[in-house]
């Protein structure tokens, strides 16, 4: 029989979180899914944890080489048989309930997306801390259908020391692969940053129908690990030449969303603020006085903030320029 669900979960070096995963899936109170698991390299025993499940509805594909989270799910979608399209990491789970509630509500509503909320947990403990629209300060107490807008607008980061910020390019929505199909959108192997974002916001360009649930079925770990590798002026450069690139695209269409192209204007002014403040800090750290005053003229922002660091200096006698390691998170990276 045809899976209604395909469930596809990218894995890497992840031998103390698959189980659970797939034991999540297994659990369900909707069985007519498949799960295709692609293991990307490991040189752990995620491969060997896979394979001790004996069940038919598990597939398992073993890349011999490291080939990234992006070719690994466009991999998972081009095998995938299901209707839908639903997303795992290897380290988070699903609630027991989970697909059976997004089908149902997808199948009535005629959506090509459904997202839910997310429990947000932290490695090595029991209970979430919050939930994403929680953080979110999102408040719905309904399905809400999201625009391209609407999910651009989540995207602006949080001020520098303030909160992560919690977008829904976080969410791992159920997706109709036939919609993925039509218009010939796959994750975008080349870039290492927000590819899940990425995909959203190209199928909304595209007038997905993507409803947002305000429950939670999802489990989501957040380690410090994935918050604190990549360096802040790498990302954000990226963040910037791929908002720059949406807006292009955007603008040569015939029937351009001039509301969304707005929205991410706004979102590049506020990256490129970020980014430049950034290069100011590392100028700092690396004694490079004349680069910092050539960034600090290009961006009278930063000048302001550091007046402000100056107040807080004499108020406090203290000095810390650098935000902390989970503040370093900047919009767009979703992993």
């Known amino acids: 029989m045809k899976p209604e669900v395909s469930v596809i979960i990218p894995a890497y070096n992840c031998e103390e979180y698959i189980a659970q995963a797939l034991e999540s899936v297994f659990a369900q109170t909707y069985d007519n899914f498949e799960i295709i698991l692609v293991d990307d390299g490991s040189t752990d025993s995620t491969l060997k944890v896979a394979r001790s499940f004996k069940d038919s509805r598990l597939k398992i594909v073993a890349n011999k080489q490291n080939r990234g989270v992006s070719s690994v799910r466009n991999c998972g979608i081009k095998l995938a048989k299901g209707n839908w399209i639903a997303l795992l990491d290897s380290d988070d789970w699903y609630a027991p309930e989970r697909l059976e509630n997004l089908v149902k509500i997808a199948l009535q509503q005629n959506a090509d997306f459904v997202a839910d909320d997310l429990f947000l947990i932290r490695d090595r403990e029991q209970y979430s801390w919050s939930t994403l629209l929680q953080e979110n300060q999102s408040r719905n107490n309904f399905v809400e259908i999201v625009d391209a807008v609407r999910f651009i607008t989540t995207d602006r980061p949080s001020p520098i020391n303030a909160p992560r910020n919690w977008s829904f390019g976080y969410t791992k929505p159920l997706m109709r692969r036939e919609f993925l199909l039509e218009h010939n959108i796959k994750y975008n192997e080349s870039i290492n940053v927000g590819e899940d974002f990425i995909l959203y916001l190209e199928c909304l360009l595209n007038k997905a129908r993507f409803l947002l649930v305000p429950r939670p079925y999802y489990y989501y770990r957040t380690r410090e690990v994935s918050l604190s590798t990549r360096k802040p002026t790498e990302y954000l450069a990226q963040s910037c030449e791929i908002t720059q690139s949406f807006i292009d695209l955007e603008k040569a269409k015939f029937d351009r969303d001039e509301n969304a192209i707005a929205a991410m204007y706004q979102n590049l002014k506020i990256f490129q603020k970020r980014l430049a403040y950034?290069?100011?800090?590392?100028?700092?750290?690396?004694?490079?006085?004349?680069?910092?005053?050539?960034?600090i003229i290009r961006c009278p922002y930063i000048s302001i903030y550091f007046t402000n660091k100056l107040i807080t200096i004499l108020e406090n006698k203290t000095l810390d320029i650098s935000p902390t390691k989970e503040n370093e998170y900047v919009s767009l990276t979703f992993d």
Do not use: G, S, V, W
């Open 278 to 295: 950034y290069r100011a800090i590392e100028h700092i750290k690396h004694k490079k006085i004349i680069h910092t005053l050539i960034q």
